[in-house]
């Protein structure tokens, strides 16, 4: 496996990404890269900066070993 789906939701912001779609993101994307893909996904002219959480553990390395 190369890639995992992931999907991504907020309760803190006012942005809406389309509900329950899945992205095939690769094992080696870092949290920047799910940054700049979520800001795509919104179409921001500002990019901002987000952090990612699964559960309470904020997501600080490759997804790759972040799952492990």
């Known amino acids: 496996v ?3 789906p992931v999907t991504f939701f907020t309760t803190t912001l ?3 990404v389309p509900d329950e779609q899945s992205f095939a993101v690769p ?3 870092l ?6 893909l979520v800001n795509e996904l919104l ?8 952090d ?3 559960g309470d553990d904020y ?3 490759t997804l ?3 799952m492990r």
């Open 43 to 50: 179409g921001l002219e500002k990019p901002i900066q987000l």
């Open 31 to 36: 949290p920047e890269g799910l940054n700049a």
């Open 2 to 4: 190369h890639s995992v």
């Open 64 to 66: 790759e070993r972040f």
């Open 14 to 16: 006012p942005y809406h």
């Open 59 to 61: 997501i600080t390395t």
């Open 52 to 54: 990612f959480l699964v």
């Open 27 to 29: 094992l080696t994307t």
